[in-house]
């Protein structure tokens, strides 16, 4: 049994780079507008940070269809202008209230430094947008509970973004738990690293252990 499931697993690694999805091109040298094939109803979106992490997410917001980047924020102003106008029909912000007064949002995505997710996230729910945010949610559990009881009032979706949930090799590995393979486990580790300053990183710690 044991030996079936490192099959298995070789086969998963070695299969991973010849049928990984390519790497969608940045998108700082182009203007670009998806277009919407099926005639649905967009979703708008509102960004909330042009850092790294924003950057990420509003590449995959570009290459999906059925959904419409309309407004960034950044409290750098400029940086705000910068990256909305490398698109068509994106607005630049450096306030999220600003934002949230020009039009409503069916959705707010929320990519902040951790001390600064939870005042935006309230804000975003407060106006009736759906919201996703960064990891962690917040900086401790009981800021936590009080936004998904906010969600829950304004019937609202709000998610974090757990998306290493979904990737192959976690997928496989629950595989491999719900079907016994490994037989009953009782250690798990698991490391990972992010884009936070060492400082940041230490007023989060009771939220990740």
Known sequence: MLFRSERR??????????????TPPRYS??????????GMTELSIAIVGCGALGNVHLTCWMNMVGVRVRAVIDSDGHLAAQTAGQFVGVAAFSRLQDALASEKFDIVDVCL?????????????????????EKPLTTDSQTAQRLIELANERERLLMTG???????????LQELVESDDLGTIIQFRCRFSGLWAEAE?????DILT
């Open 9 to 22: 697993f070789s086969h998963c690694v070695a299969s991973s780079p010849s049928n990984a999805t390519p």
């Open 201 to 205: 990183a230490e007023r989060v710690g």
């Open 162 to 172: 757990f998306a290493h949930r979904f990737h192959p090799p976690v997928l496989f």
């Open 113 to 133: 430094p951790p001390s600064q997710q939870a005042e935006a996230v309230e804000l975003a729910l407060k106006a009736g947008a759906n919201v996703l945010c």
């Open 29 to 38: 040298n182009y203007k670009r507008a998806i277009p919407n094939p099926h």
